[in-house]
């Protein structure tokens, strides 16, 4: 069985207007192309319908919005840009783009425009490590002592009967 062939809307547009321009007959396009004469004919009268021309509409709409998206990508990239020339120190910058680098930027790319190397991005400090241990070190004394006021205030109030 022989399989369904597909035809561009290139070709067609192409077989059209070669035949409406007169520089081809139908004979010739069918046989040089090896097409049915209706094919072609359908093709013609698909064209001057004006139809092939809603595919390049959708093909300049979907690049539209691929450019849209591009452009506001790079500007965010630019209001990074900005906000990095007020900055001046790498921890400065790193703090920065831990605020302020917008979903559309990867960490590589803000990096990137920051000028860092990506592992600052990632890279706590000596001294936040310090800061979070401590705060956790006074979080559990806070529920140690709480929890240990709390039992003694129930052994209390707890008594036995007789």
Not at 37 to 44: A, D, F, G, P, Q
Not at 50 to 66: L, P, S
Not at 105 to 118: D, E, F, N, Q, T
């Amino acid at each position: 069985m022989a399989r369904h062939r597909s035809f561009s809307s290139e070709l067609k547009r192409e077989l059209a207007k070669e035949f409406l321009d007169g520089r081809a007959g139908l004979h010739e396009l069918a046989r040089r192309h090896s097409l049915s004469r209706n094919l072609i004919r359908l093709w013609i009268r698909t064209y001057e319908a004006g139809e092939f021309t809603a595919v390049y509409i959708a093909q300049y709409e979907r690049k539209i919005a691929e450019l849209e998206c591009k452009v506001g990508q790079l500007t965010m990239e630019v209001d990074l840009l900005k906000k990095r020339g007020a900055v001046g120190t790498p921890a400065q910058r790193t703090e920065l783009l831990h605020r302020e680098r917008p979903e559309a930027v990867s960490v590589a790319r803000g990096c990137r425009i920051m000028k860092l190397p990506r592992s600052t991005y990632y890279h706590r400090s000596r001294r936040r490590a310090e800061e979070k241990r401590f705060c956790a070190t006074a979080l559990r004394r806070c529920v140690s002592s709480s929890h240990a006021t709390a039992s003694a205030a129930s052994l209390v109030s707890f008594t036995p009967r007789a």
